[in-house]
């Protein structure tokens, strides 16, 4: 049972033409997290939800955008692909409780092309 | 402080030897710790995970030693298998905010 789930797994773009990637998840996790990840690297995160809270590492380009309109959608908007921003994308969820870390699971990706 | 270093960078063992992947952090806030395997192509998956309460924790063929006083952890794989070829990642996490990875390790197990 598919608990956290990419759409598009594949997806081509052109330089320059905005691209919106998908998470959802079926696991009521009020965590979502976006990573990028490139050939042979670790998954670099971007930003997260904590809830509705919106969470932006310090070094994630400005060209990179998200949006959660709800608990179970999370969006990756990427306003202006370059050649660089190639990669996996990867979405991740954990429930976040007081007192305890809980782990994070993957969805299986999106990889991005920039043509 | 938030740096997970993680080795060997890559890996090869013969079918039924047990690679070992070693990780070493900094912040003793950290208090949880898992293992990733990545198959090319795929999402990261959780293997398995431990917390500083116990030393050691075993599931199927993988097993983790952890090390409080030095600060370090490590991935056993017992009998390993070429199905086993993948990428390992470590990570630590702390309350209430996201993991720290590993740089990764690529493991090939060749029969």
């Known amino acids: 049972d598919a608990m956290v789930i990419q759409n598009p797994r594949y997806q081509v773009t052109q330089f320059g033409k905005p691209v919106t990637l998908s998470c959802s998840q079926t696991?009521?996790?009020?965590?979502m997290y976006w990573y990028q990840q490139k050939s042979s690297q670790a998954p670099k995160l971007l930003f997260h939800y904590y809830d509705k809270d919106f969470n932006n590492e310090a070094d994630t380009p400005d060209n990179f955008q998200s949006r959660r309109p709800n608990t179970s959608f999370c969006f990756l908007d990427i306003r202006s692909p370059g050649l660089g921003d190639a990669a996996m994308y990867l979405c991740?969820?954990?429930?976040?409780?007081?007192?305890?870390?809980?782990?994070?699971?993957f969805g299986p990706g999106t990889r991005l092309t920039v043509l | 402080q938030q740096q997970v270093k993680q080795s060997p960078q890559s890996l090869i063992v013969q079918k039924g030897g047990i690679p070992i992947i070693n990780c070493a952090y900094e912040n003793t806030a950290f208090d949880y710790f898992p293992w990733y395997q990545q198959f090319p192509g795929k999402g990261p998956a959780l293997l398995i995970a431990i917390r500083p309460d116990v030393s050691e924790k075993k599931e199927g063929r993988f097993t983790i030693s952890f090390n409080k006083s030095a600060k370090q952890f490590s991935l056993h794989i017992m009998d390993s298998q070429p199905g086993d070829s993948a990428t390992y990642f470590c990570?630590?996490?702390?309350?209430?905010?996201?993991?720290?990875f590993g740089k990764g390790t690529r493991l090939s197990v060749i029969a």
């Open positions: 990570a630590a996490g702390r309350r209430n905010t996201p993991l720290v």
């Open positions: 696991l009521n996790h009020n965590v």
């Open positions: 991740a969820t954990s429930r976040a409780t007081v007192g305890s870390t809980d782990t994070q699971y």
